[in-house]
């Protein structure tokens, strides 16, 4: 007999069907199961109407619709604001349970907390269940009992957990989808946030589980050669999955199987970058400060330039350094940026323009579709060397060498910076000729900084 007559499955960042471990375990003890998405009034107040991560989830959810009314189903789309419409369609629907996927954001974790007492007083259960992640919270700590702060012991303890109890820890998750709610039950329009003047902009990945399935099909020809192209933004090295991890169209779980099915060293370089996913969702979830301060509180104290013409300059691409200008203007026209292009625009911004880390990851926030806040947070803090494990603040990329050695040919400059695309594979690094502040192909604007100047102050702000 199950436990409860009807379970409500709250979806937030899970928008899939398959290896989903809340839809089990609501299907698992539940007779009948409602698959229920919000759409968050809380987090959309200020958002652009043309946000690409409103974009894609829409995709998302009519993808999941359509595939539930398959299988005698539907899905319930609902707005409003969490504490209120949670428990309101939850008493509408008679629900006994609401089961749901942990979050480790801060703001998230205390929408969960109070959601679920208002729900509670109501007499109607909570069941939560870690999905996103492999390893969450305080699962892997060091010898001392504490989270870790360093990478690579921490990915060390990691593996080694992940071995002793491999079967349960990549267990495949398959719901019980004759539990489902029949379509014909639940009468209510599905919500869009269409509604709420929210228009749809250019995505460089397809939303949904079908599509991830296939960039992870895709991935497999690459993977072998991931660790020797991967940045090298010229090349389609990367599996292009960022966005369906972020909004769990894909599962840890499928994502880490799959990396141990292909046994090469690109494939233990990639599964390296999943547990870098990690790694930030703990740092997020046990020292939540460091989502509006430094991860070493110390350098709270750094007196950043509040340059604006230089901060807009860098958000449009018009700093004069090319490599950075083609990674920010990729960004703004596609929603994408390539890992290794991120940190060296991140440095450029930090150490070079001086200007706080917290002003670029707010500006990767508003236009990446793969941010997520525990990632976007640690990459940043880790460029601009105010974070746990971080780069050390005295060595600074010089954002020229990288372009000659990661884009040696040009190629991706080229195609963002068109201004540039008649220089030969020398030139277009540093287009300058005859001195720091001599005349660049027209169009294209002179550099507004010495890096080697400002290198050295960099090094004189972080040593103060």
């Known amino acids: 007999m199950s436990g409860f007559k009807r379970s409500l499955v709250w979806l937030r960042r899970d928008l899939r ?20 998405f919000l759409i968050d009034e809380d987090i959309l107040d200020g958002l652009p109407k043309d946000n690409r991560q409103v974009h894609f989830i ?16 539907r899905l319930v789309v609902i707005r409003g604001r969490p504490r209120e419409a949670i428990p309101a369609l939850a008493a509408r629907l008679g629900a006994e349970a609401v089961f749901f996927g942990h979050d480790y954001e801060p703001a998230a974790k205390k929408r969960d907390q ?29 010898g001392s009992g504490d989270p870790y702060r360093v990478f690579t012991p921490y990915s060390k303890n990691w593996l080694k957990t992940l071995e002793s109890g491999i079967e349960g820890h990549l267990k495949d998750y398959r719901p019980d989808f004759k539990k489902l709610v029949a ?8 919500a869009r946030f269409s509604e709420l003047g929210f228009v749809e902009s250019f995505l460089f990945v397809s939303p949904g589980e079908k599509a991830a399935k296939s960039l992870l099909r895709a991935f497999t020809k690459k993977i072998t050669a991931y660790h020797e192209q991967r940045d090298f933004p010229a090349l389609e090295g990367t599996s292009g999955l960022s966005p369906h991890f972020r909004f769990g169209t894909i599962s840890p779980r499928e994502g880490v199987r799959f990396a141990r099915e292909h046994l090469s060293a690109g494939a233990k370089t990639w599964l390296n970058e999943l547990i870098w996913r990690e790694f930030y969702q703990m740092i997020l979830d046990q020292f939540p400060h460091v989502e509006k301060g430094a991860f070493k509180p110390e350098y709270d104290r750094l007196k950043w330039s509040s340059n604006q013409a230089h901060l807009r300059a860098w958000c449009e691409g018009r700093t004069g350094y090319p490599i950075v200008d083609a ?8 929603g994408f940026m390539h890992n290794r292009l991120r940190m060296v625009a991140a440095m450029f911004l930090t150490k070079d323009l001086l200007i706080d880390w917290r002003e670029g990851e707010r500006y990767f926030a508003s236009q990446l579709l793969d941010h997520e806040l525990a990632a976007n947070n640690g990459g940043w803090q880790w460029s601009a060397s105010t974070g746990c494990d971080a780069q050390p603040y005295f060595r600074v990329m010089n954002p020229i060498s990288q372009s000659e050695r990661f884009d040696s040919e040009g190629e991706f400059i080229r195609k963002y910076v068109p201004e540039l695309k008649g220089l030969d594979a020398k030139r277009i690094h540093w287009p300058h000729e005859g001195g720091l502040f001599s005349s660049a192909p027209a169009g294209y604007p002179e550099p507004i900084v010495d890096h080697k100047t400002q290198r050295l102050k960099a090094i004189a702000l972080f040593k103060k």
Not at 183 to 190: E, L, M, Q, V, Y
């Open 183 to 190: 379509s014909g039950k639940i009468a209510d329009r599905n």
């Open 17 to 36: 069907l398959s290896d989903h471990r809340v839809l089990f375990e609501a299907c698992a003890s539940s007779e009948e199961v409602v698959p229920v």
């Open 114 to 142: 109070e959601v679920g007492k208002i729900l509670s007083k109501q007499g109607v259960q909570v069941r939560a269940y870690k999905d996103q992640v492999i390893f969450e919270s305080r699962e892997i700590l060091g």
């Open 58 to 73: 829409q995709g998302c959810l009519d993808e999941l619709d359509e595939r539930l009314r398959e299988k005698g189903s």
């Open 327 to 334: 990674a920010m203007r990729q960004l703004n026209q596609t």
